[in-house]
Nanobody, 118 residues
Framework: QVQLVESGGGLVQPGGSLRLSCAAS????????MGWYRQAPGKQRELVAT???????NYADSVRGRFTISRDNAKITVYLQMNSVKPEDTAVYLC????????????WGQGTQVTVSS
């Protein structure tokens, strides 16, 4: 019942910035958290950042200080502001929503490609 639609990916130069958006729709309820994962070719999907409906955030060490996750609970939308990007940030970025109550359920977007290259 939940659909996630990502946008904002593209080509960016090293040191540049990009903002990803993920809009969610469906029966989500208000107890949930959302996040961004990324997956590069031949590599396992890894967590980038998460944010709860209450605003608590968590970041992977590799992006801490460079990326910022935020959300608009009214729109059930999560953003990833990517600053000072590096070539190793190149990956498909996937939006994730986890509903905690009344029961746990996971949802994923299709992903948006981010390529960091000069």
């Amino acid at each position: 019942q939940v659909q996630l639609v990502e946008s904002g990916g593209g080509l960016v130069q090293p040191g540049g910035s990009l903002r990803l958006s993920c809009a969610a729709s469906g029966s989500i309820f208000n107890t949930y958290y959302m996040g961004w994962y990324r997956q590069a070719p031949g590599k396992q999907r890894e967590l980038v950042a998460t944010i709860t409906s209450g605003g608590s955030t968590n970041y992977a060490d590799s992006v801490r200080g460079r990326f910022t996750i935020s959300r608009d609970n009214a729109k059930i939308t999560v953003y990833l502001q990517m600053n000072s990007v590096k070539p190793e940030d190149t990956a498909v970025y996937l939006c994730n929503l986890v509903r905690v109550l009344p029961s746990r359920a996971d949802y994923w977007g299709q992903g948006t490609q981010v390529t960091v290259s000069s």
